[in-house]
């Protein structure tokens, strides 16, 4: 495509934003051609200053649909981090699905993925867009991390893999909003997942599925392991999908990893307790306000944060165990995410897909690698016959 620019960053103006900002003034090609989107000019050349780099300024706005075609028109790629995407996101995967423009995001939002697969999937297959939602911490660690996984199992026949996940880290006043948001939407999430299925072309010959484990003690983390209801296992499912090499019965199962039973139990009861006071409205404004949008963790505290994945993954009678590894999983590495899944898009020889496409259906040879050189790892910790 003959665009203006390779990638534009939409919402720069943000706490993920402007980490992003800070990775693609710090890692784009020499040559690359980028540029910084936003309705408030002032607040965008706050962050070039900041940034120290002559990046362009384009205005766009998400409630002005020709300021986003005129977006989607200019470049090759668009990464956005403006949230919650079910309240300002379909606009924007309109105007990159009608011209031709690849996408990618940081949503963990299941309600806003499935929608737009609904909506904008068939026209993105017709222009060639490739239309990737979930480029942070949901989802690419489980994504790639599966995938990874998978590769290092015995070929067609049955696979089963499971993903404990361990985090240190804090969270950003528009995580935070996006996250309540969408636990306050149960129902339209439901209604939207059904949907999707009914639309989904049937996979013939092959089985893909999310499996919702049951809470158990994994003795080799030392660890209580509870399901975890995020956007991840159904991404896994649906690169399972795509990808023959995922064996003719794939099967995911997705577990937080917690250390001690009491925490585990206070886990639980927290998550259910949030998920509840989401659906009275005012208890959710008043938590909604506890932080504002823009706020995040001190690079300090960044510091001291990580995340780790393993992966537990069994086929023809084999085992292997994989693990993911990074830093501060919400912030620093979602931003390194999403600016190498948008870098591996304009520049990367890639598969020949389009439509709404997973990290590892799309760019998993080539974005895996960008993550390792980027201080990622994914490593094989264990494996027996």
């Known amino acids: 495509m003959e665009r203006s620019f390779d990638i534009v960053l939409l919402g720069a103006t943000g706490f993920t934003g402007g980490l992003t900002a800070d990775y693609l003034a710090a890692n784009m090609p020499a040559d690359g051609r980028w540029a910084l989107a936003g309705r408030n000019l002032e607040r965008l050349e706050a962050v070039r200053d900041r940034l120290g780099f002559d990046v362009p300024l384009l205005r766009a706005d998400v409630t002005d649909a020709g300021s986003l075609r005129e977006l989607a028109e200019s470049t090759r790629v668009v990464a956005t981090t403006v949230g919650p995407y079910i309240d300002y996101g379909e606009p924007l995967v309109a105007a990159c699905a009608e011209a031709g423009t690849h996408y990618a995001d940081l ?20 222009t060639g867009a490739r239309l990737v939602h979930a480029c942070g911490f949901d989802s690419i660690p489980h994504d790639l991390g599966v995938y990874f996984t998978v590769q290092r199992l015995p070929a067609d026949v049955p696979v089963h893999v499971s993903g404990y996940v361990r985090v240190s880290a804090t969270v950003s006043g528009g995580t935070y909003r996006s996250a309540l948001t969408a636990f306050s939407r149960g129902r ?10 009914r639309a989904e072309p049937p996979l013939e010959g092959r089985r893909a599925r999310a499996v919702q484990g049951r809470p158990h003690r994994n003795a080799g983390l030392g660890a209580w392991a509870l399901p975890l209801p995020t956007i991840d296992p159904d991404v896994v499912r649906r690169s399972a999908v795509a990808l023959p090499s995922y064996g003719p019965d794939f099967s995911y199962s997705h577990f937080v990893a917690v250390k001690h039973l009491p925490s585990a139990a206070g886990l639980a009861a927290g998550a259910a307790g949030l998920v509840t006071a989401a659906q009275v409205p005012p208890v959710r404004n008043w938590l909604l306000g506890r932080i504002q949008p823009g706020e995040g963790p001190s690079s300090e505290r960044r510091a001291k944060s990580w995340f780790s994945v393993h992966f537990a993954g069994e086929a023809g009678g084999e085992k292997v165990v994989t693990k993911v590894t990074g830093g501060d999983p919400g912030y620093d590495e979602t931003a390194k995410m999403l600016a190498e899944s948008a870098m591996s898009l304009a520049y990367d020889d890639l598969p020949k897909t389009a439509g709404q496409v997973t990290t590892a259906e799309a ?22 016959p």
């Not at 949503?107 to 017709?126: C, S």
């Not at 339209?188 to 299925?197: I, N």
Request: glycine share 8%.
């Open 188 to 197: 339209e999430t439901m209604r939207a997942h059904r949907r999707r299925r």
């Open 363 to 384: 760019m998993g040879d080539a974005l895996l690698p960008r993550l390792q050189r980027a201080g990622m790892t994914f490593s094989v910790v264990g494996r027996r």
């Open 107 to 126: 949503t963990g939002e299941p309600e806003f993925v499935d929608l737009m697969y609904l909506k904008h999937h068939a026209r993105a297959v017709e």
